[in-house]
């Protein structure tokens, strides 16, 4: 098992380097302009990057939260905001080099090992909370293809992202009452009395399985994928890429179902040539998407990793102030 995971590893690295020499090559990208423009970035506008990452990490966070309040027990701990938040922004910054699905599940899990109930918290949890962020891809994409269809632009695509967000809100609570349904009548069949649909079984008995909670979770990932849109918008700023918002908007939900079925480590080349290949699909120059790309990849991997220490610093405070308060009340006793 450990050999096949190696190989798998080093095939999938080997096809992020082939894919990201084919992006250099077809973008006809110039390294050292490249690397002049990134060395040139104005630090307000990378200040204003790394606040906008921090409200992405946060959000997702929240999200974790809201489904952590459903699965643990009644003898686990809860994390503090600050703790959750170092979780999850350590999952980000891995889930650049690594499957995000994989980063962010093993972040939280190690992460509330110490709370109790880590395996249902941590990666249950985790998967349940990007299950959001999929669904709301999968209906944004389909406003994307509405306007590359229609030859539209920003007033299409803004019209037709309105109306399949709202979709996608309301519509949650069909696919929960189809989770619950499809629950139940696994556990009445033959495979009942397997630890995994025991498990599953569990899980749906804590009432995460919500539907008022799961259009909560959809509107939280909406204000994510915003975020992440202004995030984007702001790399082109800071790199001088004239790319329109709407563009870019309509470019990452195809991008972001693309890197979700993970066959690069952290989807390098792979969101890379997405982002290429999508935003020309929009209007924008193949050289200008391709440049933007990979700048895009090394300006957001640097501000999540800057946000992460933060984050891990605040949590580690925090985590000895409460010590510290302890001690003293022992001390008062």
Same mark, same amino acid.
């Given at each position: 098992?450990?050999?096949?995971?190696?190989?798998?590893?080093?095939?999938?690295?080997?096809?992020?380097?082939?894919?990201?020499?084919?992006?250099?090559?077809?973008?006809?990208?110039?390294?050292?302009?490249?690397?002049?423009?990134?060395?040139?970035?104005?630090?307000?506008?990378?200040?204003?990057?790394?606040?906008?990452?921090?409200?992405?990490?946060?959000?997702?966070?929240?999200?974790?939260?809201?489904?952590?309040?459903?699965?643990?027990?009644?003898?686990?701990?809860?994390?503090?905001?600050?703790?959750?938040?170092?979780?999850?922004?350590?999952?980000?910054?891995?889930?650049?080099?690594?499957?995000?699905?994989?980063?962010?599940? %093993? &972040?939280?899990? @190690?992460? /509330?090992?110490? !709370?109790?109930? *880590?395996?249902?918290? +941590?990666?249950? #949890?985790?998967?349940?909370?990007?299950?959001?962020?999929?669904?709301?891809?999968?209906?944004?994409?389909?406003?994307?293809?509405?306007?590359?269809?229609?030859?539209?632009?920003?007033?299409?695509?803004?019209?037709?992202?309105?109306?399949?967000?709202?979709?996608?809100?309301?519509?949650?609570?069909?696919?929960?009452?189809?989770?619950?349904?499809?629950?139940?009548?696994?556990?009445?069949?033959?495979?009942?009395?397997?630890?995994?649909?025991?498990?599953?079984?569990?899980?749906?008995?804590?009432?995460?399985?919500?539907?008022?909670?799961?259009?909560?979770?959809?509107?939280?990932?909406?204000?994510?994928?915003?975020?992440?849109?202004?995030?984007?918008?702001?790399?082109?700023?800071?790199?001088?890429?004239?790319?329109?918002?709407?563009?870019?908007? %309509? &470019?990452?939900? @195809?991008? /972001?179902?693309? !890197?979700?079925? *993970?066959?690069?480590? +952290?989807?390098? #080349?792979?969101?890379?040539?997405?982002?290429?290949?999508?935003?020309?699909?929009?209007?924008?120059?193949?050289?200008?998407?391709?440049?933007?790309?990979?700048?895009?990849?090394?300006?957001?991997?640097?501000?999540?990793?800057?946000?992460?220490?933060?984050?891990?610093?605040?949590?580690?405070?925090?985590?000895?102030?409460?010590?510290?308060?302890?001690?003293?009340?022992?001390?008062?006793?």
């Amino acid at each position: 098992m450990k050999r096949r995971r190696g190989f798998f590893l080093a095939v999938s690295s080997a096809l992020s380097g082939l894919l990201i020499f084919v992006l250099i090559k077809v973008g006809k990208i110039r390294l050292g302009v490249m690397l002049a423009q990134l060395r040139d970035v104005s630090a307000t506008v990378f200040a204003v990057l790394v606040a906008l990452t921090a409200l992405h990490i946060y959000l997702s966070s929240v999200k974790w939260r809201k489904i952590d309040s459903f699965l643990r027990s009644g003898s686990d701990s809860a994390p503090s905001a600050f703790a959750s938040f170092a979780f999850t922004s350590v999952g980000v910054v891995c889930g650049q080099i690594l499957p995000v699905q994989i980063s962010m599940s %093993a &972040a939280r899990t @190690l992460g /509330t090992y110490f !709370y109790g109930s *880590a395996l249902k918290r +941590g990666t249950a #949890g985790s998967l349940f909370e990007q299950s959001f962020d999929v669904w709301i891809m999968g209906f944004l994409a389909v406003a994307s293809g509405i306007t590359w269809l229609a030859g539209g632009g920003a007033v299409v695509y803004l019209i037709s992202a309105t109306v399949m967000t709202a979709v996608a809100i309301f519509g949650v609570g069909p696919m929960i009452q189809a989770a619950h349904w499809v629950v139940r009548s696994t556990a009445r069949s033959r495979w009942a009395h397997t630890r995994i649909v025991r498990w599953v079984g569990e899980l749906e008995k804590s009432g995460f399985l919500h539907a008022g909670l799961g259009r909560q979770l959809t509107l939280l990932s909406a204000m994510r994928f915003a975020v992440q849109i202004w995030m984007l918008r702001e790399v082109a700023t800071a790199v001088g890429a004239h790319i329109p918002a709407w563009e870019l908007a %309509a &470019a990452t939900p @195809l991008v /972001t179902l693309a !890197y979700a079925l *993970a066959i690069t480590p +952290g989807g390098i #080349g792979v969101t890379e040539l997405g982002y290429t290949f999508a935003l020309h699909l929009f209007g924008t120059p193949l050289q200008i998407a391709a440049q933007w790309a990979l700048e895009s990849r090394i300006l957001v991997f640097v501000s999540c990793l800057l946000t992460a220490s933060i984050g891990v610093i605040l949590a580690v405070v925090q985590q000895g102030m409460r010590q510290k308060g302890v001690r003293g009340e022992r001390r008062s006793f």
